[in-house]
């Protein structure tokens, strides 16, 4: 007649205390894997709030944390399954052999690829959002097109240097230099600091004079003017009215646009 075993208490115990382990890192696997799939989202808003120009595709962040929700509830089906099992086998008295647990392993080796993964992930939305965020701060220190009609072209120069670029540029092209305005240089004869900015006023009769017939108004705005100035960042820039802008605000003939937007060629090789 063969005796039955009674199970230990004590191995009664230790065998839930590991059944409600599992359960915890399930649980654990599920909500961190929910916080990840929602981190992209949270980053789109923040990028919208900031008003960033282009908002990066953090889709990667809900492919990760759908895998450890995944995760989590195949730890919950397979921590069931062996809790069962292993209850079966104490209370027929088996002896159950010592041996690492393969299931526990294959959890810390998933995890800690997709803990590297997610560090080379978010090393490279760091990067991203920095690059965002400079170009953010780079159009904010200048007016929009949009608003004002005024385009602002970094220059590779000062501002002595390319005010010198651009006269020579006009006298090549045999373009009329009206005046040359030193601002910065009134300012310090009347004993005040400014950061060096000079205005070119400039144009061609020929050019000038079928756009004043056409639309009056445009003579305000004419001869074309180009405006160098530097930014408390000692950054050079070259400023110049959009002819976009000009056509809108004198309603200029389409066939007449020509004669004006040769100030962006020129605002452009002067800054090279």
């Given at each position: 007649m063969k005796l039955i075993q009674k199970t230990d208490l004590r191995d009664a115990l230790a065998a839930e205390r590991t059944?409600?382990?599992?359960?915890?890192?399930?649980l654990a696997l599920m909500g961190f894997g929910f916080v990840v799939a929602r981190f992209g989202l949270f980053l789109k808003q923040v990028a919208l709030i900031q008003h960033l120009r282009s908002v990066s595709s953090y889709g990667l962040s809900l492919w990760f944390g759908t895998a450890l929700i995944a995760v989590?509830?195949?730890?919950?089906?397979f921590s069931?399954?062996?809790?069962?099992?292993?209850?079966r086998e104490l209370n027929r008295g088996d002896v159950l052999p010592s041996r690492p647990s393969m299931a526990a392993?294959?959890?810390?080796?998933?995890?800690?690829?997709?803990g590297l993964a997610m560090a080379i992930y978010l090393v490279s939305v760091e990067d991203s959002s920095n690059v965002h965020v400079q170009d953010k701060q780079e159009v904010s220190?200048?007016?929009t097109i949009a608003t004002t009609g005024i385009v602002d072209k970094p220059s590779n120069h000062s501002v002595d240097e390319t005010t010198d670029r651009l006269k020579n540029i006009l006298q090549s092209k045999g373009v009329t230099l009206f005046a040359l305005v030193d601002h910065s240089g009134e300012a310090a004869k009347a004993d005040?600091?400014?950061?060096?900015t000079k205005l070119?006023?400039?144009?061609?009769?020929?050019a000038g004079t079928p756009l004043m017939l056409a639309a009056p108004s445009s003579a305000i705005d004419l001869p074309l003017k180009i405006l160098v100035w530097e930014d408390a960042h000692k950054k050079t820039w070259v400023s110049y009215n959009s002819s976009a802008y000009l056509k809108e605000r004198h309603n200029l003939p389409t066939e007449l646009l020509q004669n004006i937007a040769v100030?962006?060629?020129l605002a452009a090789k002067a800054a090279e």
């Open positions: 059944f409600l382990a599992w359960i915890r890192t399930g989590g509830v195949l730890v919950f089906v069931a399954w062996h809790h069962i099992r292993l209850v392993v294959a959890i810390a080796l998933f995890l800690a690829v997709v220190m200048t007016p005040m600091k400014m950061p060096p070119l006023i400039f144009g061609n009769p020929k100030v962006e060629t």
